[in-house]
């Protein structure tokens, strides 16, 4: 070979390559502006991508999305305040040399007021040199692009007209209705995956129009109205040239991929589909979906983008059981309320009386005495008078509330002065921004950020549709249902033998139209419709026993369970329904294959999803509504009554999730009898009953206290429950662990109970946990230290039970002061140590040596704080008198023995 033609094939290698990694390069385009006025007043001083979602701004959540995608080069187009999005990425993680990405480059272009505007500036430019992912800044996602991609890749390989891919996630039955704006219907090829129509749909929109010559030309042609739209694409370079091709494009399903497809005789370009079913997808368009996505990212539907995880600069969030997202720095008042659901910033300080529930609250928000809050978004840096209710409405950043307002479903942007006693009503929108601008010349404050007041916000440009804004609900920010039943199912429409041919009978003015139809009745194809409510159950029911089977992780399965009753909006009844369903169909499974004895399949059971049940079941009334439901799924199988006889006994005595107050008003429900078959199934749960009874009552005498203890024990087979801190390494005496535990001082005494999931949750919690689940066995076997500890803190809240009950029948009971004084005087009173010829149990516990003196000072602080933490728990009903149901107990003796003796 010459010279030259070495070269030559040198250079052909070299541009091949570069061909090859240019290719394999995923390059994403983000539009930071969504070219409406919806977030209006806000977006008047910020940009939309820059709003804080969960206290994180919006634009993150997409951003940490391409980079776990493995998106290498981003180009962030910027159109309004494209100053303030260029300062932010320039200062941000994305722009170091840490970051993920090998570019992040930032497109201003001021001028551009649509997506066709963006595309062609893209184009004019020559900036895409190969396919690239467009998505929008408002986008929050966990869907999996490696299937997708490789799919695209192949199909362009193969058929270069292939010019683009949508990515769309199939929507759940129950899955929260989606807003008019984001509902299209997709008509597909199926063979191909191609989209061969598309419709834009509308409340008013009475027929979606459908080419009959599509029946003939598509075969295996299916219509989707049940997919989720974010407007997420895989283009190819032809995509900006078609727009630059076609001035008037300026929406890209509207326009383009409406115009795309009926012209495809003139352009011959295919553009297809890819339908995922995992994950999570979302985009932030309106306010509406503001308040919706961020209850999903509350609710954890979105991890790992959750506050815990930590997205924003230098945060620090941690999580408790109930969803509670805290920063560094919180201040509450002593009491002060923080209920489920909720997110506090850095700094936070939340005065007396107040209570925070289901809502987010910013970096350095300054509450007020006796505020409410309520489904409430409060942005950094907010000054919240004394007794305001804020519900369902978004107050921006730097702004300052008076005493005494009223908020409900209103927003108030950024740096407002609200006077005293102000009402704000549903829908109003109230801005300083015009204020502001006429104050330019003349300074209003020397802070630029000094709030200054409000007016009044009416936007001359609303992009809201007349068929939107009569959805719009005017109490809060979520979308009304009542107008939304007569849009298509969500679930899948297959009405290809229904489609009018040029044979059809149907009229001329419905040909090649689907008609649309209400939920609760039928279409004109075969497609049946479901109550939502039963939709909702059986696919909770059936995601959570999946679980079960499968052997995942609880804290996954809840996070799951949760996701779905957060996007249907339902009711913690409808989750009882399916954890009480899911849990009795475990249960019936495993003991129907394995043989193994119902009783300890129930335990097991129960103790597995133990969390399941506490994350749904509140109070008493939830208790009884628990039992209720898990009797009528026992009615339908063979072993129910058995079941239900077992969970009862599990429930109250091993777990103590049911108090015995709740198993009385569950029996004496006229529900739990109200037919023959539920009185049936019950029937075996009446000794369980009965021996609840017989504890209450005190019996004459001693010896007859030890032969009912026989007859208890006999009839009672739940496994003894060990210490949760078997695993925990700490420093032992002997065999006696001396696990560390919290300090509670008298103040904080009355809420000192400690959720099991709690970083706080120790030892002395454990021991009040396990107690009248363990107190009823005469033997228990040793599996660590721990339990020695267990022991001998379920022997001293015995003898301290004993302690409270009056000398005599006529005796009043102690009142809570005096029952503290008397078992912490006797904390310190006849410490026996193992070893000693007076310690009841010396066959299982080891001398302590000659660190004897140390293990007393443990056990003495250990049985002064036990005293305090049971008086919290005997006394917490707020009668003044202790719980008859705790005192039931005192006559028994675990593992035969007391600590009277010592």
Same mark, same amino acid.
């Given at each position: 070979m010459s010279s030259k033609n070495k070269k030559q094939a040198a250079a052909s290698g070299k541009k091949k390559g570069d061909e090859q990694r240019e290719n394999s390069i995923l390059q994403a385009v983000v539009l930071t502006d969504s070219y409406q006025t919806r977030f209006r007043p806000l977006t008047l001083e910020e940009p939309r991508c820059l709003l804080p979602l969960a206290n994180v701004p919006l634009i993150e959540y997409t951003l940490e999305w391409l980079a776990f995608a493995g998106v290498k080069d981003v180009f962030i187009f910027a159109s309004t305040h494209s100053d303030k999005i260029e300062e932010y990425i320039r200062s941000s993680k994305w722009n170091k040399p840490s970051s993920p990405f090998d570019k992040c480059q930032i497109v201003m272009s001021p001028s551009s007021f649509s997506v066709g505007d963006a595309m062609r500036e893209l184009d004019g430019k020559g900036m895409i040199t190969t396919d690239f992912l467009l998505i929008n800044g408002d986008f929050v996602s966990t869907l999996p692009l490696e299937d997708v991609l490789r799919v695209h890749r192949n199909r362009r390989a193969k058929d270069k007209n292939a010019i683009m891919t949508m990515i769309l996630r199939k929507a759940s039955s129950s899955y929260s209705k989606k807003p008019w704006g984001e509902r299209g219907l997709f008509v597909l090829d199926e063979s191909t995956d191609r989209c061969i129509h598309y419709e834009e749909m509308r409340p008013s929109k009475k027929k979606a129009p459908i080419p009959v010559k599509l029946r003939k030309e598509h075969p295996t042609m299916r219509i989707r109205a049940d997919l989720i739209d974010c407007q997420v694409d895989i283009c190819s370079p032809d995509v900006p040239a078609l727009f630059t091709e076609n001035f008037d494009y300026q929406h890209i399903r509207r326009d383009f991929l409406h115009g795309i497809l009926v012209d495809f005789d003139l352009y011959g370009k295919t553009i297809h589909t890819h339908i995922v079913t995992d994950g999570y997808a979302a985009r932030v368009r309106s306010l509406q979906t503001y308040d919706s996505v961020s209850k999903d990212i509350i609710g954890r539907r979105t991890f790992p983008f959750v506050p815990d995880s930590n997205l924003g600069t230098d945060q620090n969030y941690t999580?408790?059981? $109930?969803?509670?997202? /805290? *920063?560094? =720095?919180v201040i509450l008042a002593r009491d002060s309320k923080v209920g489920r659901n909720t997110i506090l910033g850095r700094g936070v300080n939340i005065g007396e009386g107040s209570s925070v529930g289901n809502s987010i609250i910013g970096n350095g928000c300054k509450i007020g005495k006796n505020v409410e809050l309520d489904g409430a978004y409060i942005w950094e840096n907010v000054v919240i008078g004394d007794g305001c209710k804020i519900q369902k409405s978004i107050v921006a950043s730097n702004s300052v509330l008076g005493n005494n307002c009223l908020i409900n479903g209103a927003v108030v942007s950024y740096g407002v002065k609200v006077e005293d006693g102000t009402k704000f009503e549903p829908g109003q929108m109230i801005t300083s921004y015009t204020l502001k601008q006429a104050s330019s010349e003349v300074s209003v404050a020397d802070d630029e950020r000094a709030a200054v007041p409000g007016i009044d916000y009416e936007d001359s440009e609303d992009d809201y549709t007349e068929d939107e804004k009569i959805n719009i609900n005017r109490d809060g920010l979520a979308y009304s249902r009542e107008d939304e039943e007569a849009y298509l199912s969500s679930s899948s429409i297959d009405l290809i033998d229904n489609l009018p041919g040029e044979d059809s009978d149907s009229d001329s003015d419905d040909e090649g139209h689907i008609k649309r139809t209400a939920k609760t009745g039928r279409s004109d194809s075969t497609t049946s419709f479901e109550d939502a409510d039963e939709a909702w159950h059986r696919e909770a029911y059936t995601s959570l026993l999946g679980a079960m089977e499968n052997d995942h992780p609880a804290e996954v399965a809840n996070l799951e369970l949760n996701g779905l009753r957060m996007t249907a909006n339902a009711n913690f009844h409808q989750v009882r329904r399916a954890v009480s369903a899911a849990l009795v169909a475990r249960i019936d499974q495993v003991a129907t294959k394995t043989g193994v004895a119902i009783g300890k399949v129930v335990t097991q059971t129960l103790e597995r999803w133990e969390t399941t049940i506490r994350r749904c079941v509140f109070e008493r009334k939830d208790e009884v509504d628990f039992l209720l439901l898990s009797q009528r799924e026992c009615l339908h199988k063979p072993a129910g009554p058995n079941i239900l006889s077992a969970m009862a006994q599990v429930l109250n005595n091993t777990m103590e999730l049911i108090s015995e107050e709740a198993i009385n008003d569950w029996w004496v429900d006229v529900r739990s009898s109200e037919d023959e078959k539920m009185a049936a199934v019950r029937k075996p749960t009446e000794a369980f009953i009965q021996w609840l009874a017989d504890a209450e009552t005190e019996s004459e005498s001693e010896g007859d206290d030890e032969d009912e203890e026989e007859e208890s024990d006999d009839d009672y087979n739940a496994a003894a429950y060990h210490s949760r801190f078997l695993e925990t390494e700490c420093q032992s005496i002997g065999n006696f662990a001396t696990l560390p535990f919290r300090q509670t001082k008298d103040a904080q005494l009355m809420t000192s109970h400690v959720d099991p999931d709690s970083p706080d949750y120790d030892i002395l919690d454990d021991i009040l946990d396990s107690f009248r689940a363990n107190i009823m066995f005469r033997n228990f076997k040793i599996d660590g230290n721990a339990d020695c500890t267990l022991i001998y803190g379920i022997l001293w809240i015995s *003898?301290?039970? !004993?302690?409270? /009950?009056?000398?005599?029948? /006529? =005796?009043?009971?102690?009142?809570?002061?005096q029952a503290l004084v008397k078992l !912490?005087?006797? +904390? $310190? *009173?006849?410490?026996?140590?193992?070893? =000693? +010829?007076?310690f009841p149990l010396n066959q299982y516990f080891q001398s302590p040596g000659s660190a004897a003196d140390q293990l007393r000072t443990y056990i003495t602080q250990m049985r002064m704080e036990l005293a305090g933490r049971l008086v919290a728990r005997l006394y917490a009903d707020g009668t003044g008198k202790p719980s008859k149901w705790w005192l039931a107990f005192s006559k028994r003796k675990f593992m035969s023995v007391s600590l009277s003796a010592f």
């Open positions: 999580v408790n059981g $109930h969803n509670i997202y /805290q *920063e560094e =720095d *003898e301290c039970l !004993r302690m409270l /009950q009056p000398e005599k029948p /006529q =005796d009043p009971l102690p009142t809570l002061n !912490r005087s006797s +904390a $310190h *009173e006849n410490i026996v140590l193992p070893g =000693d +010829a007076k």
